[in-house]
């Protein structure tokens, strides 16, 4: 089964922007759906930006137009690329895969806008 690490995650005044990285182990990362998704201190996991094989995005309100996702598949990596972060955009951000057969999650990275 596909394993994902994700990177870039640390610390971030309001305003300010980061880069995450996800980089998907396996030869069939072409064939995925990639998406990221985040949890905040207490509330529910939401996604927040999805990239299909083909390249369509789609994006949560929360994020839009602030937050843009994008791949790789020469490097098995999807990115997603945040701008103008808010406080309220701190949380531990996943990476998932997803095809007809598996779905997968990563351990996650943390993210914390200060306020």
């Known amino acids: 089964q596909v394993q994902l690490v994700e990177s870039g995650g640390g610390l971030v005044q309001p305003g300010g922007s980061l880069r995450l990285s996800c980089t998907a182990s396996g030869s069939m990362f072409s064939s995925y759906t990639m998406a990221w998704g985040r949890q905040a201190p207490d509330k529910q996991r939401e996604f927040i930006a999805t990239?299909?094989?083909?390249?369509?995005?789609n994006y949560a309100d929360s994020v839009k137009g602030r937050f843009t996702i994008s791949r790789d598949n020469a490097k098995n990596t999807v990115y997603l690329q945040m701008d103008t972060l808010k406080p309220e955009d701190t949380a531990v951000y996943y990476c998932?895969?997803?095809?007809?057969?598996?779905?997968?999650w990563g351990k996650g990275t943390l993210v914390t806008v200060s306020s």
């Open positions: 990239i299909t094989r083909g390249g369509d995005t």
């Open positions: 998932n895969a997803r095809n007809y057969v598996i779905n997968r």
